[in-house]
C-alpha cells in the first residue's frame, strides 16, 4: 500500500474559500513534501515540512505534521481559480532518498 | 532551459515494439528520478540515480524496463517489447545531491501501447 494516502480525493470550493487536504502515512519519516500537480504537466514542489517541525508557512499555504499521528495538512487559504490541480504528499524515509508519493487530492476552485 | 526537460512529450506505439524516453535534467542536479503515473494516480517511483549509479532500481516493474544515466546529466529510460499496460505517463525528476531535497519535474511523457 502506498505510504502516503490523501482524504479527500476531491474537493470542490467556491474562490476565497480556504481548502484543507490530509495525508496520512505508516512509517516514520525524515521529511514530508507537498506537490501541485497541473492537468498535463509535471509536479510543482510547494513546500517541505521536516520531521522535527509542526508547521510551515509559504504565502497562501499552511502544512502541519503530527508525527504522532502520523498526518499532515495542507490548508490553502483564500483560494484562486488558478489553485485549481491535483495536490500530492510525498514521504521520505529515514534511510534511501526515495519519495513515496500518494494518490492525490483534486482541487476544482470555481470563480 | 531551466528545468527539467522530457522528450518526446507524447509517444504512441504497437504493443511488442520497444521505446526510449529521454529525460535532461536541470544543471548541477546530481540525482534522478524516473517515475510511472497511471490515469489520475499518484507517483509509481520506478528507479533513482545519484550520479550515474543507480542505488535503488527496486520500482522497476520487469526486466523489460531499464534505465541508464551518461555523464551524470541525461537519462534514458528503456521499455523493451512494451504492453498495453505500460501505457502510463512517464515522469523525470532531478534534485540536488543533498539527501531528501525538493525534487523538480519534467512535464512527463505520455506513452501509448496500442
Known amino acids: 500500500s502506498q505510504q502516503g494516502e490523501e482524504d479527500p480525493q476531491a474537493l470542490s470550493i467556491q474562490e476565497g474559500e480556504n481548502a484543507t487536504m490530509n495525508c496520512s502515512y505508516k512509517t516514520s519519516i525524515n521529511n514530508l513534501q507537498w506537490y501541485r500537480q497541473n492537468s498535463g504537466r509535471g509536479l510543482v514542489h510547494l513546500i517541505l515540512i521536516r520531521s522535527n517541525e509542526r508547521e510551515k508557512h509559504s504565502g497562501r499555504l499552511r502544512v502541519t505534521l503530527d508525527t504522532s499521528k502520523k498526518s499532515s495538512s495542507l490548508l490553502i487559504t483564500a483560494s484562486r481559480a488558478a489553485d485549481t490541480a491535483s495536490y500530492f504528499c510525498a514521504t521520505l524515509k529515514a534511510a534511501g532518498n526515495k519519495l513515496t508519493f500518494g494518490g492525490g487530492t483534486r482541487v476544482l476552485v470555481k470563480p | 532551459g531551466a528545468g527539467v526537460s522530457q522528450s518526446p512529450s507524447n509517444k504512441v506505439t504497437e504493443k511488442g515494439k520497444d521505446v526510449e524516453l529521454r529525460c535532461d535534467p536541470i544543471?548541477?542536479?546530481?540525482?534522478l528520478y524516473w517515475y510511472r503515473q497511471s490515469l489520475g494516480q499518484g507517483l509509481e517511483f520506478l528507479i533513482y540515480f545519484q550520479g550515474n549509479s543507480a542505488p535503488d532500481k527496486s520500482g522497476l516493474p520487469s526486466d523489460r524496463f531499464s534505465a541508464e544515466r551518461t555523464g551524470g546529466s541525461v537519462s534514458t529510460l528503456t521499455i523493451q517489447r512494451t504492453q498495453q499496460e505500460d501505457s502510463a505517463v512517464y515522469l523525470c525528476?532531478?534534485?540536488?545531491?543533498?539527501?531528501?531535497?525538493?525534487?523538480?519535474f519534467g512535464d512527463g511523457t505520455r506513452l501509448s501501447i496500442l
Open positions: 544543471s548541477g542536479h546530481t540525482a
Open positions: 525528476a532531478s534534485s540536488l545531491a543533498d539527501y531528501g531535497q525538493p525534487q523538480h
